[in-house]
């Protein structure tokens, strides 16, 4: 079965940097649109960023663009998730997700078939 499976999470301080992880399992990875999520307490699921199957093309959203940046590494059917200028407003439990045969740059939810189980990111002030 499909697995994600995050880690890297963890509490920083405002101004410093965090390296997300997502392995990938079960799937054709290299063949998958990949995506970053975050939730907030009481907030719907927000997208972050997307990269193509490939690691090509990146997609992020206005509000980590410049600070965070994805990559992708097809050997080791991992993707990551640089953040770095963290402030309190990127706290949030961060998911990836994968859209197998997609060879675009999904930007919602509903785009993507497979979910990790999420890996909270608390930014203090």
């Known amino acids: 079965q499909v697995q994600l499976v995050e880690s890297g999470g963890g509490l920083v301080q405002a101004g410093g940097s965090l390296r997300l992880s997502c392995a990938a399992s079960?799937?054709?990875?290299?063949?998958?649109?990949m995506g970053w999520f975050r939730q907030a307490p009481g907030k719907e699921r927000e997208f972050v960023t997307a990269?193509?199957?490939?690691?090509?093309?990146?997609y992020y959203a206005d509000s980590v663009k410049g600070r965070f940046t994805i990559s992708r590494d097809n050997a080791k059917n991992t993707v990551y998730l640089q953040m770095n200028t963290l402030n309190p407003e990127d706290t949030a439990d961060y998911y990836c997700?994968?859209?197998?045969?997609?060879?675009?740059?999904?930007?919602?939810?509903?785009?993507?078939?497979?979910w990790g189980q999420g890996t909270q990111v608390t930014v203090s002030s």
């Open positions: 997700a994968a859209a197998p045969r997609n060879y675009g740059l999904p930007n919602t939810t509903t785009s993507y078939n497979y």
């Open positions: 079960g799937l054709s990875f290299s063949s998958s649109a």
């Open positions: 990269i193509s199957w490939s690691g090509t093309y990146t």
